[in-house]
Nanobody, 120 residues
């Protein structure tokens, strides 16, 4: 069983910064993709940013240029640096990890989520 534990959420003013961290209970070297998703009240969960084992990154258009995802295989963590935060970034942020085997079997793991609120 894989556990993902997020930290770093909180309340920040517009224009401010936060850094989210996701700690995995096993080596993240095994995961093909790790990412951050978010879900605002009344909305569907959406991808924010993802990073592959080869450190190829993908960002949603709404956060490009403001957010940066990184992974540290030695520490088994994936971080999301969020700058120039906007009220519309307010959501619960979830860490995600995916294992994809050669037979295409796919396992997806989620953290419990951390609240990010951007408000003055």
């Amino acid at each position: 069983q894989v556990q993902l534990v997020e930290s770093g959420g909180g309340l920040v003013q517009p224009g401010g910064s936060l850094r989210l961290s996701c700690a995995a209970s096993r080596s993240i070297f095994d995961f093909n993709v790790m990412g951050w998703y978010r879900q605002a009240p009344g909305k569907q969960r959406e991808l924010v940013a993802a990073i592959t084992g080869g450190r190829i990154t993908n960002y949603s258009d709404s956060v490009k240029g403001r957010f940066t995802i990184s992974r540290d295989n030695a520490k088994n963590t994936v971080d999301l640096q969020m700058n120039s935060l906007k009220p519309e970034d307010t959501a619960v942020y979830y860490c995600n990890a995916e294992l994809i085997y050669t037979d295409a079997t796919r396992y997806v793991y989620w953290g419990q989520g951390t609240q990010v609120t951007v408000s003055s």
